[in-house]
T-cell receptor, first 114, second 113 residues
């Protein structure tokens, strides 16, 4: 079974500043990794995913994440945030099985301060 | 529009009642997943169906049940409702051996009064 730990429940950051949202996972098998974003009163939207290959993954809205197998981490970064990035961000993991049940972290609320 | 349709968007009902939430997956997706999101529990996996068959079960209460129909739409039935069942209920879908990750619907907000 897999698990995901998001180390920060809330992250305040000033507009145009860089941000990193931390995610660590635990699994005994190879995994796929995801970041989702949830804007207020909306469903979750896939931001980016790591399946294989390059450990640096680029997603939508200028976000990127780096897979670090030795540290079992998949931290999300953005060099310069905007007010519109205010949302909740979920890290998730699934194994390589055919039915791909995804396990989500508890979420990190990113608050961008003008 | 993500392609996953959930109805109704909002539902207010009394304790002890029964409700049905509906989900139509994205075209071509065979798997449907149900999640409950509440402030104290976060995002909790309830149940997964693949092409009409139950494939995985999570923290789903015995008062809750689900099914997936031949046209692949799914329904989540919640009965003997309690105040603590108030939450956002999300449906997600993906295709077996497809693009990986889920496509989520916009959710049904259930309020039990």
């Amino acid at each position: 079974a897999q698990s995901v730990t998001q180390l920060d429940s809330q992250v305040p950051v000033f507009e145009e500043a860089p941000v990193e949202l931390r995610c660590n996972y635990s699994s005994s098998v190879s995994v796929y990794l995801f970041w989702y974003v949830q804007y207020p009163n909306q469903g979750l939207q896939l931001l980016l995913k790591y399946l294989s290959g390059s450990t640096l993954v680029k997603g939508i809205n200028g976000f990127e994440a780096e897979f670090n197998k030795s540290q079992t981490s998949f931290h999300l970064r953005k060099p310069s945030v905007h007010i519109s990035d205010t949302a909740e961000y979920f890290c998730a993991v699934s194994d390589h099985g055919g039915y791909q049940k995804v396990t989500f972290g508890t979420g990190t609320k990113l608050q961008v301060i003008p | 529009d993500s392609g996953v349709t959930q109805t109704p968007k909002h539902l207010i009902t009394a304790t002890g009642q029964r409700v049905t939430l509906r989900c139509s997956p994205r075209s071509g997706d065979l798997s449907v997943y149900w999640y409950q999101q509440s402030l104290d529990q976060g995002l909790q996996f309830l149940i997964q169906y693949y092409n009409g068959e139950e494939r995985a079960k999570g923290n789903i209460l015995e008062r809750f049940s689900a099914q997936q129909f031949p046209d692949l739409h799914s329904e989540l039935n919640l009965s003997s409702l309690e105040l603590g069942d108030s939450a956002l209920y999300f449906c997600a879908s993906n295709s077996f051996r497809g693009s990986y990750g889920y496509t989520f619907g916009s959710g049904t907000r259930l309020t039990v009064v």
